[in-house]
C-alpha cells in the first residue's frame, strides 16, 4: 500500500483575493461614483418616463375618434427619445 500523501496544512489552502475583486469592497473612493451613478439613474428614469408620457399622449389621439394628432408630438417623442439615449450611456461610464 502507497503510503498517505500529506498536503500543506489547510490554513494555506485560503487563495489570496486580487486587489481588485468583486468580493472586496473598497472604502472611500467609492462614493462619489456611487453618487454619480445615482444622478445618471436618476436622469435615466425621468428620461423613460417622459417616453411613456409622450406614447400615452400619442396612443390617446390615435384612440380619440376625431384622429387629430399633434404635429409637434414627433418631435417631441424623437427629443425624448434622444435624451433617455443620452442618459442611459452616462450609465455606461
Known amino acids: 500500500m502507497r503510503p498517505r500523501r500529506r498536503g500543506a496544512p ?14 472586496t469592497v473598497r472604502r472611500g473612493s467609492s462614493a462619489p461614483r456611487l453618487a454619480t451613478l445615482a444622478a445618471a439613474l436618476r436622469q435615466s428614469r425621468d428620461a423613460l418616463g417622459r417616453i411613456e408620457g409622450e406614447l400615452d399622449t400619442l396612443l390617446a389621439a390615435l384612440r380619440d375618434h376625431d384622429g387629430r394628432l399633434d404635429p409637434a408630438a414627433a418631435d417631441r417623442l424623437h427629443a425624448a427619445m434622444r435624451a433617455a439615449g443620452a442618459a442611459v450611456a452616462g450609465l455606461k461610464r
Open 10 to 23: 489547510s490554513g494555506s489552502r485560503l487563495r489570496a483575493l486580487p486587489a481588485r475583486s468583486r468580493v
